[in-house]
């Protein structure tokens, strides 16, 4: 039996906009096995990036469980969802939120940090990533020297670096043309195909009907979940 990653029960989250209560997920059910490869997809306000930032431990539900890898977050306390988030989950942005001071292996060695390794092994164990990822020749550069999909493969070796169970994108290709795309999406599949669970939040059709399992989202509420 496959091992439980990501158990979303009853989940239900609520803003208060003003005047207004806003029913951003309305009871969300369903359960992620380790080695998926998903995409959650929705229009925008659909719900699917708060979603993202349950799983994540990001965010709180107003009511209902999230649990992963069998703890449910709603018990934990900050200083452990912290932990907990460095150690199990990489997020991948459509932005990529690198910063620009730092090289591109300084980028990639910087969940580490949070880690407590020293750094002549952190820089080793980021140049492996950067490796994966074919940027081994752009270590020194800085994130305004490199191209969007570069960017993007940067953002990718990041997130791998700890080696999470879970690797979380947010519109990964959003920012990229299609070929670009495309090659950020197989490298996805790359990474995927070595045992991570992959969980692709978009809103686009194509990257949706690219993922092995699909969960449509809309105003709160999931509209369908096929697997094909």
């Given at each position: 039996?496959?091992?439980?990653?990501?158990?979303?029960?009853?989940?239900?989250?609520?803003?208060?906009?003003?005047?207004?209560?806003?029913?951003?997920?309305?009871?969300?059910n369903f359960t992620v096995c380790k080695?998926?490869?998903?995409?959650?997809?929705?229009?925008?306000?659909?719900?699917?990036?708060?979603?993202?930032?349950?799983?994540?431990?990001?965010?709180?539900?107003?009511?209902?469980?999230?649990?992963?890898?069998?703890?449910?977050?709603?018990?934990?306390?900050?200083?452990?969802?912290?932990?907990?988030?460095?150690?199990?989950?990489?997020?991948?942005?459509?932005?990529?939120?690198?910063?620009?001071?730092?090289?591109?292996?300084?980028?990639?060695?910087?969940?580490?940090?949070?880690?407590?390794?020293?750094?002549?092994?952190?820089?080793?164990?980021?140049k492996e990533a950067l490796e994966q990822?074919?940027?081994?020749?752009?270590?020194?550069?800085?994130?305004?020297?490199?191209?969007?999909?570069?960017?993007?493969?940067?953002?990718?070796?990041?997130?791998?670096?700890?080696?999470?169970?879970?690797?979380?994108?947010?519109?990964?290709?959003?920012?990229?043309?299609?070929?670009?795309?495309?090659?950020?999406?197989?490298?996805?599949?790359?990474?995927?195909?070595k045992g991570t669970t992959i969980i692709?939040?978009?809103?686009?059709?194509?990257?949706?009907?690219?993922?092995?399992?699909?969960?449509?989202?809309?105003?709160?509420?999931?509209?369908?979940?096929?697997?094909?």
């Open positions: 039996m496959n091992e439980t990653v990501i158990k979303m029960k009853d989940v239900t989250r609520l803003y208060k906009m003003g005047e207004e209560t806003v029913h951003a997920l309305r009871g969300i080695g998926e490869f998903l995409s959650i997809m929705g229009p925008s306000g659909s719900g699917k990036s708060t979603c993202m930032n349950m799983i994540g431990c990001l965010d709180r539900p107003t009511s209902g469980i999230v649990e992963i890898s069998g703890k449910n977050t709603s018990e934990m306390t900050e200083k452990e969802l912290t932990k907990l988030r460095n150690e199990t989950i990489g997020f991948v942005f459509q932005q990529y939120h690198l910063l620009p001071g730092l090289s591109v292996l300084e980028n990639v060695m910087l969940p580490l940090r949070y880690q407590g390794i020293r750094r002549s092994e952190r820089a080793a164990i980021a990822v074919n940027l081994s020749d752009r270590l020194n550069h800085r994130p305004y020297e490199l191209s969007g999909g570069q960017k993007q493969r940067v953002a990718i070796a990041r997130a791998m670096v700890t080696h999470p169970y879970i690797i979380l994108a947010d519109e990964p290709t959003g920012a990229l043309d299609s070929k670009t795309g495309k090659q950020v999406m197989q490298l996805f599949r790359e990474i995927n195909s692709i939040v978009t809103h686009d059709p194509e990257i949706g009907a690219s993922t092995d399992r699909c969960i449509r989202i809309l105003d709160g509420s999931i509209q369908s979940d096929e697997i094909k």
